[in-house]
């Protein structure tokens, strides 16, 4: 709020001046709330068991460098797997042949009604389903066979497991951003020659992806925290290789800092990068459609947090 | 060459109905080639209905309707009538014109992309053929300088005139109008209008659905009156202009 500034004008013309309030109550509202959060963080700022220059010291060690590293791109492979499969199952769900239509239909049920830690530990343990996977041009003697534990290593069980599931959530938004497309331009597509296959490649596609790709930052920046999850199977990930030193040295508040710190770091590094994005495509049209993000309803029901994957009742249709 | 031959459309009796609501009812309608056939008629007496069928965005349920030569869905082999798979539809319609009410351009393209979309696409033109071609049409409809501006960025009349080129490029048999002027500021409509007639006086098949009844007067050939499914009056238009008809008369004097 701003306060006027211009006096008021008696009836002499005279300048009569305002008498400012104080309020009272907000001061003393603000001041004991902010003790409150003082004395909150002094708990662990100045816990003499809290050990913060081994905090400073784990902060840079390789280690946790390393496990960096490796969440942000399981994250993106993650993410970009599942926006592949997501669009492949959108298409699907929304084509004529009503085979493709339960297949995607009872994919993305089987993946939204499964928890992704249930999923995560499943891919883990694929050689006790699969041992070996073996890939043969049938009924010659050509082929390959990999001894699937060698293949599934905890990193590689997480790409799929978050993956798979994220697409799962996210063939429900490509949907509706398939559907959001102009029914007027498929009309013209089809008018002017094109065949059903062309009109969504060429005319509604890109059109779609335009309202897709920036929530996908959203999913982005939720993922690289969902990555913690792979501590079950161990990756080589953040929270696996803090997790393996605290088990160690038994410093557990001090790696969980640690991470703390680079979850925040990596999030402000890409929620700056999708202020770009936003930029670029438009925020109105971002915001529109931006929910409460699919992983973090993932983390939620991994977590326990009972959250039922209600459809948002907002633009976004999902 | 026989009457038939010159029968570029040829509806028969065409039924068709949404769900239990029966919007055509026998409709039966000729246009021959080089024919301006203007259809009027009040809302929801079907005449987008019948429009769309003539290109197949809507299928009938009964009757004969023939387009440039085809039962429209269906091809006679052996006698028997074989429904059209998605090539067949595609090669039919890249035949075919239309040109909708609301435009209906691409909206991530911009004009000369719009047009030589389907050149590219199912012309299977060059990338230069396309755009040379497409800038041609652009010419022609008076938008050669605003070929590299997205639909967003035309006005209403501009935007249509775009939809006119891109039908056109393709050089269709048959061109249909839905309405073309009807989503326009009326100051815009002179534009749109002044280019279909010099595509009618080029020789172009047109089946226009417009309440324009001057341009019915001008360069229609024939003019049709739609009430509830079924073509109440056709005729020269200056004569259906006088009909004695009181329903189709109150009709074109709320138009006028
Ligand atoms: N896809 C559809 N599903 C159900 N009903 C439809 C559909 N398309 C059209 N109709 C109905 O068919 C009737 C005829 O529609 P049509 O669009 O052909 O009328 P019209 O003569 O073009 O009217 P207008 O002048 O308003 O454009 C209307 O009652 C309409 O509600
Ligand atoms: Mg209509």
Known sequence: ?318 | MSESNSLLVQAKGVRKSFGTHEVLKGIDFQVHKGEVSVIVGPSGSGKSTFLRAMNGLELIDAGSLIVDGEQVGYSLSDGRYREWGDGDWAKFRSRIGMVFQRFNLYAHFDALENVAASLIHVKKLSKAKARERAREQLDRVGLADHSHKRPHQLSGGQQQRVAIARALAMDPDLMLFDEPTSALDPELVDEVLETMKALAEGGMTMVVVTHEVGFAREVGDSLAFFDEGIVMEKDEPELLLKTENPRVRSFLDRVR
């Not at chain 1, 409150?36 to 081994?54: H, N, P, Q, T, Y």
């Not at chain 1, 297949?103 to 995560?120: D, K, N, S």
């Not at chain 1, 710190?261 to 459609?289: C, N």
């Open chain 1, 1 to 318: 709020m701003t306060r006027r500034t211009a006096p008021f004008i008696g009836p002499q013309g005279e300048e009569l001046s305002i008498a400012r309030r104080w309020h009272i109550r907000r001061w003393i509202v603000g001041a004991i709330a902010l003790a409150a959060v003082l004395w909150f963080v002094s708990i662990f700022v100045f816990s003499d068991r809290i050990r913060w220059e081994r905090v400073g010291e784990y902060l840079f060690y390789e280690h946790i460098l390393n496990g960096v590293v490796a969440t942000i791109w399981i994250s993106l492979a993650a993410t970009v797997l599942g926006l592949v499969l997501g669009v492949l199952f959108a298409i699907m769900k929304l084509a004529k042949n009503p085979v493709l239509k339960w297949i995607a239909e009872a994919y993305i049920w089987f993946f939204r009604g499964t928890p992704v830690l249930v999923q995560l530990i499943f891919w883990f343990n694929l050689a006790l389903l699969l041992p070996y996977i073996t890939l043969k041009i049938p009924f010659t003697s050509i082929g390959m066979r990999w001894d699937t534990n060698s293949l599934i290593s905890g990193d590689t069980a997480a790409i799929l497991g978050l993956g798979l599931n994220l697409s799962a959530y996210f063939a429900e938004t490509v949907r509706a951003g398939i559907m959001a497309v102009d029914r007027g331009q498929t009309e013209a597509a089809k008018a002017g020659g094109m065949t059903s296959s062309q009109t969504m490649r060429i005319i509604v596609l890109p059109q779609a992806l335009k309202i897709i790709i920036p929530p996908t930052a959203n999913e982005f920046i939720s993922m690289l925290k969902t990555t913690s999850l792979i501590v079950v199977v161990a990756g080589n990930d953040l929270m696996t290789n803090a997790s393996n030193i605290y088990k160690q040295n038994n410093l557990v508040i001090e790696l969980l800092i640690v991470c703390s710190i680079w979850y925040m770091f990596m999030t402000a590094i890409a929620t700056y990068l999708q202020s770009l994005l936003e930029k670029r495509f438009g925020a109105d049209r971002v915001r529109a459609i931006r929910g409460t993000s699919i992983g973090q309803r993932m983390l939620d029901a991994a977590t326990g947090a009972i959250r039922l994957p209600v459809r948002n009742g907002g633009k976004g249709a999902r």
